[in-house]
Structures are given as C-alpha cells and as structure tokens.
C-alpha cells in the first residue's frame, strides 16, 4: 500500500499527487513512468513521473480525471492509500546520457500541452542541475488551465505561456508559440522534447519537422498495461514497430506514425466510455442515498 501525503489541486479536474515511495523516488529518472492500480482488481494506469524526492522518499504525479480509473483516484484524500504502484518503468531520456560538455553546448525547448506540461517537471529540473540551457513553452486552453507556471519560471532560461483561446499569455497552440519563438523572435535550438495529448504531439512534431528542429515525443497516452504483454502500445517508426512501454516512451518524433497511433489509442475508446457511465452512475446513485 501507498500512502498519498499530499493532494493538491492544480486546474479543473488536474490534481498533483505527493505519494510515499521510497524505492521509487530512488531509481527514478527523467522520462520515466510508474503503474498504478487503485484498489483489487482496478485498472493499471500508466502515469509518468513528474518529480521525486529521494530524500523523503516521495514521488511527485499529475492526474487528469478522464475514465472511471482516473476519476477514483482523484476522489482519494491525503492519508488514503493506494493498492499498488510499480516503478520506475520505461527508459530515461537518452540525454541524461550523453557527454555532458558537449551538450551544454546545445539549447534545448521543452514543449507541453495540457497535463502533458508537468512530465516536463524532471526534465527541466536535470537540465538545470546540470547546467544545460532551455527554453519551456506551453499550451493550454485557456488560463485556468495553466499549471506549474511558477515551478518552470524558476528553471527555465525562458518561459512561454500559450492559450488556445488568448486569455493569458501568447494567443495560439504550441505549434504557433514554437514558430513565435523560432521564426519571429529567431531563438535557436538543437533539440525538442514534446509531450502531450496525441494530436498535440502529431502537430507539433509536424512543426518542428517543418523547421528542422530534431524532436522527441513521450508516447505515454497509448499505453495500457505497462508492461509489454497486451501490445496496445505498439510504435510505428519508419516500419520498425516498437512497444511505448518497454522501448519508450521516448521516441523519434520525426519516425512516428501518429496516424496509426492514434487509432490504436482510441480502441478501447467504447469500452472507457461504458466504465465511466457506470462510475458517474454509481457516484450519482451514493449521492443520492439511493446506494
């Protein structure tokens, strides 16, 4: 069992969770996800990890509450425990391996939308303890939506804010902010690393392809079990299939079918969508006294 320390709200329907894992906060690394399963026989959701403390032995999650499984586990309270939390799973972000003078010679831009902003969260903080230049953008709807700001002001060399509808920062999506950045304010990069919703990433890799600005996606939004063993989550780069949750789920964005991947993230889109009808159902019939 796992105990949530800390829950805290972030936007409409995004919570961060502080969550005691000791060996966890240890081994984890940039990129990298945890498998959490609320209660027996629940769903196992892939969540990737935002921050950690190997000191307290806690790690750092954003949920966003789409299905039943994530609406649960936003309904937890501090000092309430989660079943099982496996970690951490995945491979890191290669560039905590590369030769660290030649690539503080580089400039990097990490871009986020939506809740896809706060697995940027370990990435920035190892570029800025290793003294690695960056820029962070960032999309959302519209203010309310915006998260973390202060966190990323504090890391990033610069920090872009981008709302969909105008309402605080740079009017337009990700893929403008980045043109903004690169095309009108001639900022220079030799890296990008994108997470965020899967149409997000596809239009953004679309962009920086455009560019020609080497890109990074995390392919985390198709996985299911985690593990490799339902093949939900195959990758198609350039016709080599690869598996998110044990080759990733960092890959090549300028590779990636998104096309395909989209498709297969919408198979069990009819399934979802009944176990979350029964959720709000059961929720509404407790509220009501009628359970």
């Known amino acids: 069992m796992f105990k949530i320390l800390e829950k805290k709200y972030l936007a409409p329907e995004i919570y961060a969770f502080t969550i005691k894992a000791p060996r966890v906060a240890k081994a984890a690394k940039p990129g990298q996800f945890v498998i959490i399963i609320i209660e027996e026989d629940g769903e196992r ?12 032995g806690t790690i750092y999650l954003v949920i966003q509450a789409i299905g039943a499984s994530t609406k649960k586990l936003i309904a ?19 560039f905590i391996y590369e030769d660290l003078n030649s690539l503080k010679e580089k400039k990097i831009l990490l871009a986020g939308g939506g809740v896809g902003v706060a697995p940027l969260m370990p990435q920035a903080k190892w570029l800025k303890e290793n ?36 309402s605080y920062g740079f009017r337009g999506m990700v893929t403008d902010a980045i043109k903004e950045l690169i095309i009108n304010r001639k ?14 990433m596809k239009f953004t890799a679309k962009v920086t392809k455009e560019l020609g600005l080497k890109s990074i996606v995390s392919m985390n939004p198709i996985m299911v079990d985690g593990t490799g063993m339902c093949g939900a ?4 780069l350039d016709g080599e299939i690869k598996f998110a949750c044990v080759d ?27 176990k979350d009808h029964e959720y709000c159902e059961l929720v509404g019939g407790m509220k009501s006294g009628q359970i």
């Open 248 to 274: 990733g789920p960092e890959f090549d964005a300028h590779k990636i079918d998104f096309d395909e991947a989209l498709r297969r993230q919408a198979q069990y889109k009819d399934q979802e969508q009944l």
């Open 45 to 56: 959701i892939p969540l990737t990890i935002c921050d950690s403390n190997k000191d307290l």
């Open 233 to 236: 989550c195959r990758v198609n």
């Open 76 to 94: 937890k309270k501090e000092g309430e425990y989660i079943k099982d939390l496996l970690g951490p799973l995945g491979k890191p972000s290669e």
């Open 187 to 200: 900022r220079e990069y030799d890296l990008c690393i994108i997470i965020g919703p899967m149409i997000m």
């Open 131 to 166: 003294g690695v230049k960056f820029d962070i953008v960032t999309g959302s709807k519209s203010k309310e939506f915006v998260i973390l700001e202060k966190e990323f002001k504090e890391l990033a060399d610069f920090f872009f804010i981008a709302t969909d509808d105008g």
